[in-house]
């Protein structure tokens, strides 16, 4: 029988590219990879799917008839943290795992539908069910003993990273949009509680919550998360995520923001101020970061829209 060949997404090769020789080697080995886990996990692998970077995912169905996802970490990209966060979670708020192989970097996964950035829904709708989703993430409980250094804390190690990625490219935007961001650290690293923290998802953006095909236990508002990164954290981090986006929209209607900001506010009891310095924090950052790794047009068009918000919601 001839070996499988995959056609893996443009991104996952880009990254197979920058791993040389082990990335080559990756790529000729995962068709025995695949036909191994078939073989002691009871399933068929179908199709690569579209849309990740860092790994190769795929459809699959056990031999019971059940549809799952098979993810494979390429080199370089672990899934350990990925893995104790979904495993903790068992299925609050998050996609369900089904099994794990570590040493493999490789996960099976519950099958879910299309995303919620893909649904059509107005941005007050996405951002209730996004809330929805994150008070059941939320109840997830964290590791014993799990602490935050100080080094480690997100406001702080965001504010840092602002001000050093500036001027690493060039100060790309006004001084003024990073003295904001900055400010907004500060306060948000000055409310640090790690006893009030919560493992949030990490980047809870409409395109990371997925339709749940099955009515279940920790899915009640119909959709799931994927991806968590899993850290301890305000909750006022995740929902300052979700306000990141939306950039298309805030050029139709400037008022956008400050109304999901509040609207979030009213359904997860953070106070709206948190959520909005997360949110103008975040969209810096992010729009830093883009740039930073090669995508200066889509990075510029956030720094831009950071450009038009000011320290508060109005």
Known sequence: MAEREFDLPELVRAKLATAGAVGDQWSASLPHLVNDLEHRW???????????????????????????????????????????????????????????????????????????????????EQVDILCATLH???????????????????AAALGRYVI???????????????ERAVTCAERRAADFDLASSVVVHGDPHPGNCLQA???RAGAESGFVLVDPDGFLADRGY??????????????????????????????TGVAPEVIWEWGLLERVSTGLYLMEFGS???GGAFLASAAMLDLRPS
């Open 164 to 178: 050093d990625a500036w001027h690493q490219l060039g100060q790309p935007c006004p001084a003024a949009v990073i």
């Open 42 to 124: 009871d399933l068929r692998v179908g199709d690569v799917l579209d849309g990740g970077s860092t790994a190769f995912v795929a459809s699959a169905q056990r031999t019971d008839g059940t549809p799952a996802v098979l993810k494979i970490a390429v080199p370089g990209q672990p899934i350990d943290e990925q893995v104790e966060a979904l495993v903790r979670a068992d299925g609050l708020g998050h996609v369900q795992v089904l099994e794990v192989d570590l040493p493999r970097q490789a996960l099976l996964l519950e099958r879910l539908g299309p995303s919620l950035a893909e649904s059509g829904l107005p941005p007050e």
């Open 213 to 215: 095909l099955t009515a």
């Open 238 to 267: 995740d929902l300052g995520v979700v306000l990141r986006d939306w950039r298309p929209q805030l050029r139709e209607d400037p008022g956008l923001l400050p109304r999901l900001c509040r609207r979030m506010a009213e359904r």
């Open 296 to 298: 200066r047009a889509q």
């Open 136 to 154: 059941r993430a939320w109840q997830v409980p964290r590791a014993p003993g799990r602490e935050v250094r100080p080094e480690q804390e997100k």
